[in-house]
C-alpha cells in the first residue's frame, strides 16, 4: 500500500491500512509533501545535518590521525621486543647452566680415565722392570752357558 500520512506522534509514515489499526487515537496526521516542507525549515532537520556534519569531521579525523600516526605501534613492538629479550636471557642462562652442568661431568670423567690411565702405565712400567730383569737374567744365562762351555773346553 502507499504511505498517504505521517504521524508525528509515532513519527513514522503511515498507510490508510495502519491508520485505522496503529493510529486510531493519533491526532495531527499530516500529508507527506507538508511535512517536508516543514522539515527543511525545522530544528530538528537543521539538528540532523548538524550531527552529519560532526559525524563526518570525526571520520576525517580519526583516518587523518590513522594515517599521521605510524608509530602507533611503537610501544606494543618494544613491549614484544622486552618480552623477547627476558625470553632469551632466561634460555641463555639456562643453556649456561646445562653447559657448566656438562662440562664439570665431562672434566671429572677425564681425570677418572686419566688416573685410570697413569695407574696402568704405572703398572705396566712396573712390569717392564720385571721383564728387562728376566731379559738380563736370560741374557746372563747365556752367557754363563758360554762361559761354563769355554772353561769346560779350556781345561
Known amino acids: 500500500m502507499k504511505f498517504e500520512n505521517y504521524c508525528p506522534h509515532h513519527n513514522t509514515l503511515c498507510c490508510p491500512a495502519c491508520i485505522s489499526t496503529n493510529h486510531k487515537n493519533c491526532v495531527g496526521l499530516q500529508l507527506p509533501r507538508d511535512v517536508l516542507k516543514t522539515a527543511k525549515s525545522s530544528t530538528l532537520f537543521d539538528s540532523i ?8 569531521t570525526n571520520i ?15 610501544p606494543q613492538r618494544e613491549k614484544c621486543r622486552n618480552e623477547i629479550k627476558q625470553f632469551r636471557i632466561i634460555i641463555n642462562s639456562h643453556l649456561d647452566g646445562l653447559e657448566q652442568q656438562i662440562l664439570k661431568e665431562f672434566n671429572a670423567a ?34 754363563m752357558d ?4 769355554h772353561t769346560w773346553t779350556v781345561n
Open 60 to 74: 576525517d579525523t580519526i583516518i587523518k590521525d590513522r594515517i599521521d600516526d605510524p608509530t602507533r605501534f611503537r
Open 110 to 143: 677425564e681425570m677418572e680415565v686419566n688416573l685410570k690411565t697413569d695407574k696402568l702405565v704405572a703398572d705396566l712400567s712396573e712390569k717392564t722392570k720385571y721383564v728387562d730383569i728376566l731379559q738380563i737374567t736370560s741374557h746372563l744365562s747365556r752367557n
Open 146 to 149: 758360554q762361559i761354563c762351555s
Open 49 to 56: 545535518e548538524m550531527s552529519i556534519k560532526d559525524i563526518k
